[in-house]
């Protein structure tokens, strides 16, 4: 024999020897069900008996099963042979035996001749032959095809360990060809169920050198979840890195465990700079809550463990070594909070030169909705300062400002000390004295307004009040308004363009409604007049460095709470849009939307372009990830649906929103379970790096002590 020869002796023996171990580890005889008698490329049917039903603790609905030809017990295993793999199964029902209605009958008249004798039941001795009863103990079991687990050789390195592998289908059945079937115990339960691909782990190294994964629970096939099915404790596991750059949904009524697992993931997120390599910076992934219940961003009872213990998700810096609150997690909020002294205020100054458009979008936000024209109109008009060497266009932009500025003053906001009005320049003295020579009803209302126009120094009510005159004078017929007007536009070297554009006008023009001013004062709310920053700018550069950034919205309206949430994520968007356009690398950002039916577009909302479906759609060249929380899947738009990688599930309580949910991988399996299955963190999870849903108990999310 040559030395090649007995070189690739011993490789096959070792692979042999190997393939041996493994299958040894994954499938115990003494775990045997049934046979294999029925199968297709989607599901299969399995005989068992009630003995060895007994014997490994029950057979759960959507419990997994295998079905093998291989004997772990041989020594001569090849694993590229066909037959050495397994496929994996799912139960889900039932099947009819040829014999069920022969095994109904016996059962029947066996149980009429025992009636009314209360101790003794029909399958006991005495009331039916040993024979009799062990035929009668067979039954048909329905399957779903998931997959099969195969082996396979490092084709770069022959003598590296198999790798084991997984396809989501079989690649062929025989149908007169008969399968061992059995239930995995606890070991191998954990390594079928928390399998991921060998290329998924090196993408997870080579995007973020790390492959951590956390324990997210462990299995439970059901809502009955009885010890003695011999799988308790078995872990699952997921890995952050796959929630980075994707969408991830959390769906559930309340109550089931939403606020928990989203607890769980942003943890996992966050302690992914303690897991990186030594040779490397710590991964540190910027991470921002939009918290409409303030349930992360206070400590509540629900989070205690009993012990009057909070684990409120805003203390997680605590268990990091040597670390403080303001390196690790930052907190805002539209109103203080007494046991929060560090929070910031969501506030934004209105009224200041850089704020001006910031703060008008801010109040688009919040009226978006709004169907009055004259609101619209007040909407579209735009705050870009012009070229300070142009002079008319100069004085039109400063005198749109002023009356915006007496528009938030009417509307409510607090003014600020440092800015105070200025008429200079602004008002044309033959509009002042047509507003004077006025001898009809409204006679006091706008020589007053002349006044002000005339004053360099009003105060911001008289301002108001002169607008709103304005306004109605410029409206009435034979004011004398347009006599003005004509001789403005007629002046010798003059532009040609009326006094009044359309954009000054919009602005005014909500001084004419009593409700005008009131409804832009319901974004009052996200002024302050004693800031001069954006926050959107400050929460960016936090996420930059890594930190997580809780947004307690439970002070705040809804409608402002939506466009503060837009307007951050606009924010957020746009600069990581600008990196990546640049040529730099965008900064990983995950975002959790708590809540989400009230901030995302309606499931029958069609607008792509809007910023959630925006991230939906391109976050992930822009590596920024979404994790939402909702009651309702229907209630998220289809597009944001699609471009979901990550699924936790919890109990939703009708079948239109199961049956929307079985649109997506084979959560249809789980219907019905979904639906009557209550139990608080009882979910049913689809990753991206786990292949199919796995039912699982989510562990009590919990704040580790601070290790020294």
């Known amino acids: 024999m040559s030395i090649v020869n007995a070189i690739q002796g011993d490789i096959d023996f070792n692979k042999e020897n190997e393939v041996k171990q493994r299958f040894e580890k994954l499938i115990q005889i003494n775990q045997y069900i049934g046979d294999l008698y029925s199968i297709n490329y989607e599901t299969a049917k399995v005989v068992v008996h009630d003995y060895h039903r007994q014997q490994v603790g029950g057979i759960p609905s959507l419990c997994f099963l295998i079905a093998t030809r291989v004997d772990p017990t041989s020594d001569n295993i090849d694993f590229k042979d066909e037959d050495s793999s397994f496929i994996l199964l799912r139960v889900m029902d039932s099947a009819h035996l040829p014999q069920d209605k022969e095994a109904e009958r016996i059962r029947v008249e066996t149980a009429q001749r025992i009636s009314g004798e209360t101790n003794t039941n029909w399958d006991e001795e005495g009331a039916m032959d040993y024979r009799t009863r062990r035929l009668l103990g067979f039954a048909g079991i329905q399957c779903r095809i998931i997959g099969t687990f195969y082996f396979e050789e490092d084709q770069r390195n022959s003598e590296a360990p198999l790798s084991l592998k997984f396809g989501s289908d079989i690649s062929n059945y025989y149908p007169n060809q008969g399968l061992k079937v059995y239930k995995p115990n606890s070991k191998a339960l954990e390594e079928i169920i928390n399998y991921c691909d060998s290329s998924t782990l090196r993408s997870h190294i080579e995007k973020y050198k790390n492959s951590e994964r956390v324990r997210l629970g462990q299995v439970r096939y059901a809502s009955t979840n009885r010890k003695y099915q011999k799988i308790d404790d078995v872990p699952v596991y997921i890995y952050p890195a796959d929630l980075l750059s994707q969408k991830s949904a959390l769906f559930g009524m309340t109550r089931t465990g939403k606020s928990n697992t989203t607890k769980i993931i942003a943890k996992s997120v966050f302690e992914l700079r303690k897991t990186s390599n030594s040779e490397d910076k710590p991964l540190r992934i910027g991470q921002i809550i939009f918290d409409p219940n303030g349930e992360y961003a206070n400590e509540n009872s629900q989070d205690s463990d009993g012990n009057d213990n909070p684990n409120a998700l805003k203390n997680i810096w605590e268990q990091l070594p040597n670390s403080t609150k303001s390196d690790e997690v930052v907190t805002y909020g539209i109103t203080p909070h007494p046991n929060d002294p560090d929070r910031n205020l969501m506030l934004l100054n209105f009224f200041t030169d850089d704020n001006l458009q910031t703060g008008k979008s801010i109040i688009g936000s919040v009226l978006s909705d709004d169907s009055a024209t004259y609101i619209k109109n007040f909407l579209q008009v735009i705050f870009e300062k012009p070229d300070v060497n142009d002079r008319r266009a100069l004085t039109r932009y400063n005198r749109r400002v002023l009356a915006y500025r007496s528009v938030l003053a009417r509307a ?39 006044q002000t126009f005339g004053n360099t120094s009003p105060t911001w009510g008289q301002l108001a009040n002169a607008f709103e005159a304005l306004d109605k004078f410029m409206r009435e017929r034979n004011s004398g308004y347009n006599d003005f007007e004509t001789t403005y536009v007629n002046r010798p070297n003059g532009s040609g363009e009326r006094w009044a554009d359309d954009n000054f006008k919009k602005i005014i023009g909500v001084f004419q409604y009593p ?4 409804k832009i004062g319901k974004a009052a709310e996200q002024h302050s007049a004693d800031t001069r920053l954006d926050y959107s700018e400050e929460i960016y550069k936090h996420l930059v460095k890594g930190k997580l950034v809780i947004i307690d919205q439970s002070s705040g309206e809804p409608d402002l709470n939506k466009s503060s949430a837009e307007r951050i994520m606009w924010y957020i968007f746009r600069e990581n849009q600008k990196a990546f356009r640049n040529g730099d690398n965008p900064p990983e950002i995950l975002v959790y939307v708590e809540e989400a039916h009230n901030i995302l577009p309606a499931g029958s909302d069609l607008d792509t372009s809007d910023v959630w479906v925006r991230t939906a759609k391109e976050g992930a060249k822009y590596k920024i990830g979404m994790v939402y929380a909702t009651q309702e899947v229907s209630s998220i738009q289809k597009n944001i649906l699609k471009n979901t990688a990550n699924w936790f599930i919890s109990h939703l309580n009708n079948t239109d929103e199961t049956k929307e949910l079985c649109k997506y991988y084979d959560f249809a399996d789980f219907e019905p379970s979904i639906r009557r299955a209550q139990d608080k963190g009882f979910l049913r999870v689809k990753t991206l790096s786990n292949l199919f849903v796995i039912p699982v108990q989510v562990k009590l999310f919990q704040v580790n002590q601070r290790k020294s």
């Open 515 to 518: 409700n005008g001013t009131r």
């Open 412 to 450: 409510g906001f607090a003014i600020p000390q440092n800015i105070r009005p200025n008429t200079t320049r602004l008002f044309n003295a033959n509009l002042i004295a047509a507003l004077q020579n006025y001898q009809g009803d409204n006679a006091a209302e706008y020589q007053s307004a002349a």
